[in-house]
């Protein structure tokens, strides 16, 4: 006589503290912090998302040009803004199986294990594919090129660095209350961390730092982010403003259940995101040559 397989399920798991709604809660409050580019783009218009190719409609204002007045007549031009979709096209998920022989453990703490390692792994390829937004830099807002790469090092990285500010500058995406940022590998924070003119996090005054930046040069917020690796023996250091690349993104399902061929329980998520660079000259970026060892 078979045994009933929803019982089984009900009564014999040994993670009940594996409750999808908490564990959804958790790591979706996880994904808020730390990621180097979520601190640099905007969510502005996330709204709801379920199911993989959701839309999001992004409205850009018309320019709005002003003119002399020279006599009692005014002219009056029709604005006509613009409209871009944010695709969330991006589908991710983790599945893994708990073994009952874990239960000795407590079970508190091996869920915020696993939580952490979903975050890391999740934050990983989010990471890089929003570093990936450098494609769609305006093209007079790139130092360097691929066929001509920026040679990096201490006596040179001040320089090149103020060069990519001024790109942003140049675009009038800089203003008070649009601070820029950058983003760069371990081995160039090597060489910024050699060159006189970096300010260290510890020596930044009056003003807050975004979480985890190492300091600042040019202007810019430094973050590190192992993430931005090389290309075809190049690197694309990514420097803009909040206002540049929208993202949206949703954990948007979690769920554990009894595996019925081993006595281990089975947990697997579902992550959607999207991103769209709604300001391509908010954007600067530098190619720089990878050093050989």
Known sequence: MSEDT???????????????????HKLNAMLQKECVMLQCVNRNYEGEIKNQGDRVKIITPAAVS??????????????????????????????????DVAKV?????????HLENAK???EEVQDTYLLGQHANVDT??????????????????????????LCLKNSNAVSAAKRPWVVINPTIESYLLQSTEFIGAHNV??????????GRIAGMDVLVSTNLTDTSGNYYVL?????????????????????????????????????????????????????TA
Do not use: C
């Open 140 to 165: 007079n807002n790139v130092v360097g090129s691929d066929s001509a790469p920026v040679t990096l090092d201490k006596t040179t990285i001040y320089q090149n660095f103020v060069n990519l500010a």
């Open 205 to 214: 005054a009056d003003e807050t730092l975004r979480e985890g930046a190492i």
């Open 239 to 291: 420097a803009g403003t909040n206002d540049a690349i929208t993202f949206a993104s949703q954990l948007a399902k979690i769920e554990s259940l009894r595996d019925q061929n081993s006595f281990s329980d089975l947990v697997r998520g579902l992550y959607l995101y999207g991103a769209k660079t709604v300001q391509p000259k908010a954007l600067a970026k530098m190619v720089v040559k990878k050093p």
């Open 6 to 24: 929803s019982t089984l399920s009900s009564t014999t798991n040994a993670y009940d503290v594996f409750i999808p709604e908490i564990w959804s």
């Open 66 to 99: 002003v003119s002399t007045l020279d006599t009692d007549t005014l002219t009056y031009k029709e604005l006509s803004p613009t409209s871009t979709d944010l695709v969330i096209d991006q589908k991710k998920f983790f599945a893994f199986k708990i073994n």
């Open 120 to 122: 890391k792994a999740i």
């Open 105 to 113: 453990q407590s079970n508190a703490d091996i869920m915020e294990a």
